[in-house]
């Protein structure tokens, strides 16, 4: 019997020498990190106003920027927002794939188009929040990147609010040239973006800001025109959304949210009121990236809503073609934004490429 209680004795020794070499093991396994710097240890270009610290070094491996989506710094929270949000609607497409054929049914395809391009534009934005501060060719092109995913998006929205929200009198109006123009202005958007942040040395922040918002606005204005159309027709003629109608709840929330993050995209708040305190956690972009995701999430309720109960009304005016239109126009409209984002890559490069010859 003693030997028994000694061997298990032994046993839990070398289980408890075992457990206190994890964290020798972990140091060794992963490179040992470099710390954050203020903003007056990295390049201009690289600073945001109002945060003072919490940058990464430039001109690491890449491994060190795919390791820091653990480390405490000043993109963290834009890296996991929209992380967890991009978990979100893969979690909500999994439940309505469910009760809903995105393959047989082409009448499905839009609302596929919203989630994939959900997604799409989350990944996007994690991405190139968490690698682009590698160096100054890597920063443009991340967010090159983020701004394909953001375009590629607005024609989702377009998509499903054009075939599952629409009225009949505006289907009339707009007929032909919604998705055409809709496909345009995302294309325009995506060039506006870049040509922004290319311009970013020769013109003042508030003309870069303008080229990147004022498209972007408008893109957004003719996507929802559905929505908006259906809403104000609720709102003068019955003052409020009728419980039958449960999907305009989440459309208005929907344009609640983003209406409100488009404000903390444009207001460096609250980090202007409290600069240096927001460097981790409360900055407006992170704020701005959190109401997006619940946006999001309320334009896909919406949405699924609106294909369950409204089928007669689109199945009537679109027929059995259109959705396949849209699909392929979809396809296009990522192509020729990734093109847009490739050429102007490549003037970033030969800018960059000027500036070192300069030196």
Known sequence: MATIVMEKIGRLFINLQQIRQVPQMLREAVPSMPGTLRDGEVPYFFRERHIH???????QGWRY??????????ETVNVWTHLLGALLVFMKASQLAETVDFIRDPHAWPLLILLLSSM????????AHL??????????????????????YQYGSAVVHFYY????????QVWGIFMPVASFLCCLSCLGCCYGKYRNYSLPPWVRKV???????????????P??????????????????DRALWFH?????FFLSSAFFFTHPLPERLFPGRCDIFGQGHQIFHVLLVFCTLCQIQASHLDYVARRPLYMRLHGDSEAAFFAVLYVITVIACAQIATFMAGKVRQLLSCKEKAK
């Not at 920027?65 to 000043?74: A, E, P, S, V």
């Open 165 to 172: 929200a629409v009225e009949e009198s505006w289907h009339r």
């Open 131 to 152: 690698l682009a501060a590698k160096s100054e060719l890597c920063h443009y092109c991340f967010f090159f990147l983020d701004y394909v995913g953001v375009a590629q």
């Open 120 to 127: 799409g534009y989350m990944t996007c934005s994690a991405v």
């Open 53 to 59: 610290a919490g940058y990464r070094p430039l001109h």
């Open 211 to 225: 080229g990147q918002v004022v498209p972007s606005a408008v893109a957004y204005s003719w996507d929802t025109s």
């Open 252 to 256: 208005f929330g929907q344009v609640a």
């Open 227 to 244: 929505v908006f159309q259906r809403l104000g027709a609720w709102v003068l003629f019955h003052g409020e959304p009728s419980g039958n």
């Open 65 to 74: 920027y795919f390791l820091t989506l653990f480390q405490r710094h000043n």
